[in-house]
Every structure is written in structure tokens, then in C-alpha cells.
């Protein structure tokens, strides 16, 4: 077709394609420089050193498989959607084209190098006044749409000015149906949940960083575009002043409660994700059909990403707080396109994100008010200075329309968000005592001499975010004792009982000679009113248990028993058939344990 005329459009802003992208483009800012410089006859330094930079990165191959993905996607809403069909372009007359008219497709904002491994797609719709033509093509690191309009005049055909007139306002309306905006949030939305839900067909490779993905897909979108169909939100727990270290909390406690919680872990390179996915069903109201208000029943999937947020704030932070950022993600299940057109609603001033100053809201409204409350909340936080570079938030109000779509969808929004925040904290009450009870039993393996040792190898490295373990006390080791299992010697085996007969002065001497066997595994407590005083034999080959002695002077009462961080079943047996290597440890630290008290018997016979 010759003659091509695009249609023109702004060089600072980015065109909103009606879904509401108001962000400036950097693209075009580019193009300004390298058209400025090549008038002067000056070489266009940023748009060569933005080339150079990408030429020498290497694309990964998920992300061009994501690419090729998003462009035949958003090929197959133009074709079924708007009615284009594939024009199928000749080489050669690619290359004429580009010889012909190549000083008026510069002129127009675009970059000089199309990527080859996403190749461009060309699309026609012919009207009654004209042609149109639709580019799809990926330059750089940029999806680029171009729409061409050519009238009817130009291809030799006379038309009344009414007819022309019909043309203009039909490509008016084509520029605002191809919402590119609102298209691309919904593609990547849809392709985080394949990757929750581990679809075959998911693109992210296994180990995606979902963390900063999901993140900077907030940055970048911090409102849904007004024509999507999916949303999301980020919102963070922090739980100060913990028993133990938040850390330790998550990793170790946390991400072993996936099974009952019907959760998955997902790895992260050295951080780890907790993921839940379900389908919402949510009653939608759809105007696409026609004028009429229809209720639909439509079937969504709900995503929760649960993320340990407390390792980015610096080591240098309090260890005994955690803070849990955590993602919710409403996708629609059924691949559907965006929203044809905005509901109009006279009167009102909405915003991008459904802000209204209208005085009537409905029941549920709010809900969306203490969504874009919080959402205000956390845009004022100040950005990092490499997060201004790029795109800004859009801060644009829509003059009588609304998407009542968007409404529903925000109130499902919140509440999936609560009810993952309780899903959360739930976790947390579920692994607070046993988490406290992992950490006592640490420092009770932690000496005195390991304590000083560590802090002496921190101020020799000169690292003040290292943490060390400080020895239990002995109010910590009596709170410890009544986590964990205790058993009596006797009931281990009733041979052992003749133990429990012996005067007090024997078991004081018993006390000195445990001292003097293990001189590195044990450890001594006393109970808050002096008047006990225990003695721990820590089991080198299993340090999930110890033998201990207790000795009370005021009542003379004594007892020596084995404690366990966990019991131990009844059906776990030892046999040279079928080892239990736990239950033989424990029995040989048993066994070692009362041949020091028979060698004390002995030794006291003898004296």
C-alpha cells in the first residue's frame, strides 16, 4: 500500500491506548535524542549506548519464549477481537517499504532495530472510508504497537467528506479498543499464576525470583489499568520483639508446615517462597455481551506468595523480628481479553484505581475505600533513587466512567488479602512454641567457652552483623523443660531402680563425677528459688537429647532421667535388621550415663 500516513501521536507521553497508562516514555525520550542528534549531525550517544548495552546482554530463553507468548497472544485479540487479519509481508517489499518511507518511520518515534527472534507481525482491517494496519513488533526491550491509516482517496477512490469523516472516527475507536495497557497487565498476571499453580504451559523457569518480579510489577503498575481483568495486592506483616529470631521462625519452622497447611515452597535461589493457589468464584457483571447488565458467574484463581521481606532490611536490624511480605493474586481462570468498554456514570470523577468524590456508594465501597487507603499509605513511602528511572505513577482521573468490574474485583481482593494475612499469623501462633523451644535447645548447646570464642572471632573479623548464641540461663532451661519429654530411668528400664535408693550425699558425690567425665558436654542450672540444682549430660552422636540429674537439698528428692526435644513412638524399635540409629544413640548415652553412676557406686564402696 503506498502512502503510508501513520497516524500521529505524542513524542513525551507514552499513548494510553484508553487503559490508562499515563506514564512517560522512555522510548520516546530515546528516539528524541537520537532524532536531535542525527538533524545536528551529532551521533546519538544514549540510543548507542542503550544498543551496545543490550547487544552484549544475552537474552535468556524464557524470556524470549515469554516474548513470542505475549505477541501471539495479543495478535489473537486483534484477530478475534477487533476483526484484523494477518497480512502476510514479502520480504522485498519489506525492504523497499523500509527504503521508501524509512525517514518517515524514524521520524515518528521508533527504534532502528527490530529483534529477529520475536519477528514482527502485520495486520489489515479494511473499513468502509480506508485501510488499517496494525505493526506488532518488539524493538529493544520495548513492545511497540504502530497503526497506519490509509484512506480510500489515496488508493485512487473518491469518498464524500462524510465517509471520511466516519474513517477518522473509526480509527480513533481502534486506537482505544487495542488496550495495550491493560492487555500486558493481565498476560503477566496470567503467567505468574501458571507458575503458582505449575501449569505445564507456565513460562518462568524453575528458581524465578517471583520476590523482585512481583515487586517491580507493583512499581510499575501500582493501579490495575482500567480495562483488566486481574489484579493484585502487596501487603506486609511485621511481628517485633519475638522469643526467638524471626529468621528462624520462618525457615525452619514456617516452611515445614506447607502439608497442612495444602501450601508449596518454592525456591528462590537462597530465599524460599510460600505458595497457596485456589479458585474464587465470583459473580461478574459484564456489559460486553450488550447494554444489558448481565450477571456472570466466573471462576478465578486465587494466589497467595508468602515471603521472609526481614534478610533485605540488613543484617544490622533486631534478629528477633520478622516481617513477611506476601502477594495476592486474582487472575481469571478463563483466557478472556480486556474489557471492551467503561461503564458510564455522569456525575462522577474516578480515578485510575476507582477513586471516587461521589457522595452515593454502594455496600461495598467501603471495602475499595480502605484499599485505596492503604494504597495511598504505601505510595507516599519514599522510592529508592534507581526505581525513578523508568516509569512514573500515573495519577489521572477518568471524567464519567467506571469499572464496575474492577469494584467486585477489589472487594474479592481484600478479603482474600485478610484471609491470607490470618492464614499467616495462624502459622505464626502454630510455630511459636516449638520455635521457642528450637531456640532454648541451641543455646543450651552453646558453652560458655563457644560463646566467648564467637564473640572473639567477631571482633577479630570486625563484623558487627554476625550474631552469636549466648549460653542458656537457668530460668530459660526451666522454662525449656517444660516443652520437651522426660523420661525417668526406671521406666526406661525398672533394673535400674536400686539407682533411686541411694542416700543424698551419694548422689552429690554422683554430681561431681559427671563433672569431671564429661568436662565439655556438660552443663549446670539451678531452679529460680536455688534450692534444685541440675546437671546435663549433653549425647555428642545425638544432640536431640541429654541424661540429666537433678538434686533438691531442702526435700532431698533426686532424679535422673533423659529428656528429648521430641518423644519418641512406640512403634520405633532397634533390631540389627532394622537400625534406628536415634533410638540406638540415645540408648548408648544410657548406658554410658549408668555406667558412670555404677563406677561411682564402686568408687564410693572402695573409699
Not at 490508562?20 to 522512555?26: H, P, R
Not at 462522577?348 to 475499595?368: C, M, N, V, Y
Not at 539451678?526 to 534450692?531: A, E, L
Request: hydrophobic share 35%; aromatic share 10%.
Amino acid at each position: 500500500f503506498p502512502n503510508f500516513l501513520p497516524v500521529p501521536s505524542p513524542v513525551q507521553t507514552r499513548s494510553r491506548h484508553s487503559s490508562g497508562a499515563s506514564i512517560v516514555s522512555v522510548k520516546a525520550k530515546i528516539d528524541e535524542l537520537g532524532r536531535k542528534g542525527s538533524e545536528t549531525g551529532l551521533p546519538s550517544t544514549f540510543g548507542a549506548a542503550a544498543r551496545s548495552r543490550l547487544e552484549t546482554e544475552e537474552e535468556e530463553q524464557w524470556h524470549v519464549s515469554l516474548r513470542q507468548k505475549f505477541m501471539k497472544e495479543y495478535k489473537q485479540y486483534l484477530i478475534s477481537e477487533l476483526g484484523f487479519v494477518k497480512l502476510n509481508m514479502q520480504p522485498s517489499m519489506q525492504r523497499s517499504h523500509s527504503r521508501a518511507h524509512g525517514s518517515s518511520v524514524l521520524s515518528q518515534g521508533s527504534f532502528d532495530g527490530k529483534d529477529s527472534r520475536v519477528p514482527a507481525i502485520n495486520l489489515q482491517k479494511t473499513l468502509t472510508g480506508g485501510i488499517i494496519l496494525m505493526e506488532l513488533s518488539f524493538r529493544q526491550e520495548f513492545f511497540c504497537v504502530r497503526m497506519f491509516a490509509v484512506d480510500c482517496s489515496q488508493l485512487g477512490f473518491i469518498v464524500n467528506q462524510q465517509m471520511h469523516l466516519i474513517f477518522v472516527d473509526e480509527c480513533d475507536k481502534y486506537k482505544d479498543l487495542i488496550h495495550v495497557h491493560s492487555f500486558a497487565h493481565d498476560f503477566h498476571l496470567r503467567c505468574v499464576m501458571k507458575y503458582l499453580s505449575q501449569q505445564e504451559d507456565s513460562v518462568f523457569p524453575t528458581g524465578f525470583d517471583l520476590d523482585n518480579f512481583l515487586t517491580d510489577f507493583k512499581q510499575i503498575y501500582p493501579y490495575p489499568p482500567s480495562f483488566s481483568r486481574n489484579c493484585m495486592k502487596q501487603d506486609s506483616i511485621t511481628l517485633p520483639d519475638l522469643p526467638f529470631p524471626g529468621n528462624m521462625l520462618y525457615e525452619e519452622h514456617m516452611l515445614k508446615q506447607m502439608g497442612v497447611h495444602e501450601m508449596r515452597v518454592f525456591r528462590m535461589g537462597e530465599k524460599f517462597a510460600l505458595v497457596k493457589h485456589d479458585k474464587l468464584p465470583l459473580a461478574i457483571y459484564s456489559r460486553d455481551a450488550g447494554d444489558d447488565q448481565d450477571e456472570e458467574a466466573e471462576v478465578y484463581d486465587a494466589g497467595l506468595v508468602i515471603i521472609n521481606n526481614s534478610c533485605k532490611s540488613g543484617m544490622s536490624e533486631d534478629p528477633m523480628k520478622l516481617i513477611l511480605k506476601y502477594f495476592t493474586v486474582l487472575t481469571r481462570q478463563r483466557d478472556c481479553y480486556p474489557i471492551r468498554t467503561l461503564e458510564k456514570a455522569f456525575g462522577e470523577f474516578r480515578g485510575a484505581a476507582g477513586h471516587s468524590s461521589g457522595r452515593k456508594r454502594s455496600a461495598g465501597s467501603e471495602d475499595l475505600l480502605k484499599i485505596e487507603e492503604q494504597e495511598e499509605l504505601d505510595s507516599s513511602m519514599p522510592v529508592p533513587v534507581r526505581q525513578h528511572i523508568g516509569m512514573r505513577k500515573e495519577h489521572v482521573n477518568y471524567r464519567g466512567y467506571s469499572n464496575v468490574q474492577q469494584f467486585v474485583l477489589f472487594s474479592s481482593l481484600l478479603n482474600q488479602s485478610t484471609i491470607g494475612r490470618e492464614k499467616i499469623l495462624e502459622m505464626v501462633e502454630m510455630s511459636k512454641q516449638k520455635c521457642r523451644r528450637d531456640y532454648l535447645w541451641q543455646r543450651l548447646l552453646t558453652s560458655h567457652s563457644d560463646f566467648d570464642e564467637g564473640k572473639r572471632r567477631r571482633l577479630d573479623a570486625d563484623d558487627a552483623n554476625e550474631s552469636v548464641l549466648s549460653p542458656l540461663s537457668s530460668h530459660e532451661f526451666c522454662e525449656l523443660l517444660k516443652t520437651v519429654a522426660i523420661s525417668s530411668l526406671w521406666e526406661i528400664d525398672p533394673q535400674l531402680s536400686p539407682l533411686f535408693h541411694m542416700p543424698h550425699p551419694w548422689y552429690r558425690g554422683l554430681f561431681s563425677a559427671l563433672v569431671n567425665k564429661y568436662p565439655e558436654a556438660h552443663r549446670c542450672f539451678s531452679s529460680p528459688d536455688r534450692k534444685t540444682q541440675y546437671i546435663v549430660v549433653l549425647n555428642a552422636n545425638n544432640l536431640d537429647m541429654f541424661a540429666m540429674l537433678s538434686l533438691n537439698d531442702s526435700t532431698e528428692q533426686t532424679d535422673m532421667c533423659v529428656v528429648m526435644k521430641e518423644p519418641v513412638a512406640d512403634e520405633f524399635k532397634h533390631s540389627p535388621d532394622k537400625p534406628n540409629l536415634p533410638l540406638y544413640s540415645l540408648l548408648t548415652h544410657v548406658e554410658d550415663f549408668v555406667n558412670v553412676c555404677c563406677w561411682h557406686c564402686w568408687n564410693s564402696m572402695v573409699v
